[in-house]
Every structure is written in C-alpha cells, then in structure tokens.
C-alpha cells in the first residue's frame, strides 16, 4: 500500500446502527399506514381526478377579478415580509441566551421556548392570533412571526455559538467593551449566514402565508378557500397561478440575493 495514500476511515458502528434504524423507521411506516395504491391508481379515481382539473379550465381572466387577486397577492407578500421582519428581530433577540453568552440555565430556558415557538404549526399560530386579533392579515402576521422567529432563533443562536471565539477575545483583551467586541468580531462572521437563513425562511413564509389564509388571515389563501368553497373552480385556478407566480417571484429574488452575498 502507498503510505502517501491517506488511510481509510475507522468503521464506525453507530452510523450504522442509526442508518439500520433509520431503515427499519422506514419500513415500519410503510408497514403500519394503510397506503391503498391500488386504488390511488384505478380507472375510476383518474378519471374523477381528469374531471375535476378540467373544472378549472380557463382561468379567469376577466379585469375586475384579476385586479382583486393582484390586491390580494400584494397582502399575501407584505404578511411574509412584515412576519419575516419581526422573526429576524425577534430571533436575533432570543439567539442571545440561546447562544449561551449569558449563562447555561439562561441558555437552556431561552432554547426551550424556541423549541415551543417552532414546534407549533402556523395554522394553530394563526387560529390563536385570530381569536385576539379577529380576522384579517394582522393574525396572520403575527402567526408567521411566532414560528419563525422560533425557527431563527436557534437557527441564530447556533451561528452564535459556532462563530470563532478568538477575534472576540482578543477585542476584549485590547479593551473594548463586550457589546462592542460582539459587533464587531463576532456579528460580522455569522451575518451571511444568518441573511441566507432570513432568505430561505422568507421564501417558506410566502408559501405559508398563502395557507394561512384559508383560516382567515386574509390575502390570496382566503380567496382560495372562497371560491373552493363556492365551487367556482375558475376563480380558484386564477388564485392558484396568481400563487405559483408569486412563490416563483419570491423564490428568484431571494436566490439573486444569496448569490450576491456569496459573491
């Protein structure tokens, strides 16, 4: 054997024992569900599928309702962004003793209520902030903001935590103050990455505020279950492309701002 070749990686038994009970996690589902691809997949439940696509066709295409689905996907963009806002401020707040810069039991508290903030769905956010707030966008704000901020935060705090502690150090060593060690050395290494989560949690919060909707938090969700509702599958489908538009925008804007943050 060439010494110069570097060596082989040790096995190592507790990757596969965590992939052979991941393994069996997966065979286990399959097991205990009751997937009927039989009938998924018959002559009869195509066609019912085939009948009821062609129900949406054509879109609606006429000025009024096309002016208030533009309205609508306009409120639908300024609850993600608006949510999104107060989760970045919010999770930059919280990151701080989640991170463990004030103290174990500070750190372990703070982590805990993140793990409650993003283990609670939007749709259970949003029915909570729409029985305090009644229905409208203000609830639905509120719901995205709830979880994400949860999501950031220990997406933040472990940025934080992961950051050099060196440059920080030799700051306070010199003199500086703690806050001022903090914006300066350590911040600006984990400002990308935390933009780059900020972006990407944007994108799903665009997505989810569509669904919010549907509960009542108003923008394009709340015209999709609307005229769903009404069976005015038309409508639905110009609420649907206005949608796939909209995350397509979305999307594409915030892929051209990593990339120029990459840069």
Known sequence: ???????????????????????????????????????????????????????????????????????????????????????????????????????????????????????IPELVWASIMLIAAGLGPLGGTLALAAHTAGVLGRLFADSLENAAPLPEQSLRTNGASATAAFFYATLPQTLPQMM??????????????????VVGAGGLGQMLKYHLSLFQMPLAATVIIAMLLLVALVDGVSFAMRRALTK
């Open 1 to 119: 054997m060439n010494p110069n070749l570097p060596k082989p990686p040790p096995n190592d038994w507790t990757v596969r024992i965590l992939m052979l009970l991941v393994l069996l996690l997966i065979i286990a589902s399959f097991a205990t569900l009751p997937l009927k691809w039989r009938e998924f997949f018959t002559v009869e439940a195509i066609n019912s599928t085939m009948e009821l696509l062609a129900g949406f066709t054509p879109p609606e295409t006429g000025l009024p309702f096309l002016t208030k689905t533009f309205w609508a996907a306009i409120e639908t963009l300024a609850m993600s962004g608006l949510g999104t806002l107060l989760a970045v401020i919010f999770g930059l707040a919280f990151s701080l003793p989640a991170s463990g810069r004030f103290g174990a039991a500070p750190r372990a508290a703070m982590r805990g209520v993140l793990n409650v903030l993003r283990s």
């Open 196 to 213: 780059s989560y900020t972006l990407y949690r944007w994108e799903n919060n665009i997505r989810a505020a569509a669904i919010l909707g």
